[in-house]
C-alpha cells in the first residue's frame, strides 16, 4: 500500500448533481495531483496541487475544480455532473513538485453518473 | 505537444515467455518515461523510470526497459512471465521532473497464460 488514501472508493451521482472526492496524501508529501481514468483508457491528468495552491491543470473544463488543505490532504469537485464525467479518479501525491521524486496513486473512486 | 503510443491493447503470452510491451512517445525534450501497471480495482504502481541516466532502466518484479532515443521508444520487457504479471500498463512521460503530471498510453492489458 503507498499511503495514499481516497474517499469514496465507489459513488453514484445524477446527472446535474454536483460531487467531491477526497483524498489523504502520503505522510510528509506536499504535492497532489488529480487523474481521471475512463474505462478502457489511460488516466488524464486534471490537476495538480502544490503547498495549497494550483500548480497546473489539463483539458478539463472549469466546473473540475481543487483545493489542497494545510494538512496537504485535497479535494476535487465537479460541478453539473455530465455521464461523460463517469470514470475512474485517482490522485497521487509526491513530495515537492519538480524534484523528479515518485508519485504514489490511490486506489481511486469510482464514479458512475446516471 | 507530447504523446505516448502503446502500440497494441491486448497482448497474451504463456507463462514462462517473454514479455514485450510496446511504448513509443514523442517528446521535443529530453523526455521522463516511465512504465505502470494497474492491477483490477487498483490504483497505479510505478515499475520503472527513465531520467537520463542509464538507458537500460531495472525495476521491480524483473521487468526492465531501454530508452532508445533514435527510435523514440521505451519498451518493457521481462525474460519469464508469471501468471500474477496479468495486469493492465501504462506507458507514460513527463516533460519535466515533475513527477506528478504525466501524460499517459491508453494501455496494454497482458494476459497470462498457463
Known amino acids: 500500500e503507498t499511503g495514499v488514501t481516497q474517499s469514496p472508493t465507489h459513488l453514484i451521482k445524477t446527472r446535474g448533481q454536483q460531487v467531491t472526492l477526497r483524498c489523504s496524501s502520503q505522510s510528509g508529501h506536499n504535492t497532489v495531483s488529480w487523474y481521471q481514468q475512463a474505462l478502457g483508457q489511460g488516466p488524464q491528468f486534471i490537476f495538480q496541487?502544490?503547498?495549497?495552491?494550483?500548480?497546473g491543470r489539463g483539458n478539463f473544463p472549469p466546473r473540475f475544480s481543487g483545493l489542497q488543505f494545510p494538512n496537504y490532504s485535497s479535494e476535487l469537485n465537479v460541478n453539473a455532473l455530465e455521464l461523460d464525467d463517469s470514470a475512474l479518479y485517482l490522485c497521487a501525491s509526491s513530495l515537492d513538485a519538480d524534484t523528479n521524486t515518485e508519485a504514489f496513486f490511490g486506489q481511486g473512486t469510482r464514479l458512475t453518473v446516471v | 505537444a507530447q504523446s505516448v503510443t502503446q502500440l497494441g491493447s491486448h497482448v497474451s503470452v504463456s507463462e514462462g515467455a517473454l514479455v514485450l510491451l510496446r511504448c513509443n512517445y514523442s517528446?521535443?525534450?529530453?523526455?521522463?518515461l516511465f512504465w505502470y501497471v494497474q492491477y483490477p480495482n487498483q490504483g497505479l504502481q510505478l515499475l520503472l523510470k527513465?531520467?537520463?541516466?542509464?538507458?537500460l532502466v531495472k525495476g521491480i518484479n524483473g521487468f526492465e526497459a531501454e530508452f532508445k532515443k533514435s527510435e523514440t521508444s521505451f519498451h518493457l520487457t521481462k525474460p519469464s512471465a508469471h501468471m500474477s504479471d496479468a495486469a493492465e500498463y501504462f506507458c507514460a512521460v513527463s516533460r519535466s521532473s515533475n513527477t506528478g503530471k504525466l501524460i499517459f498510453g491508453q494501455g496494454t492489458t497482458l494476459q497470462v497464460k498457463p
Open positions: 496541487y502544490y503547498r495549497e495552491e494550483e500548480n
Open positions: 527513465y531520467t537520463s541516466a542509464a538507458t
Open positions: 517528446s521535443s525534450v529530453p523526455p521522463y
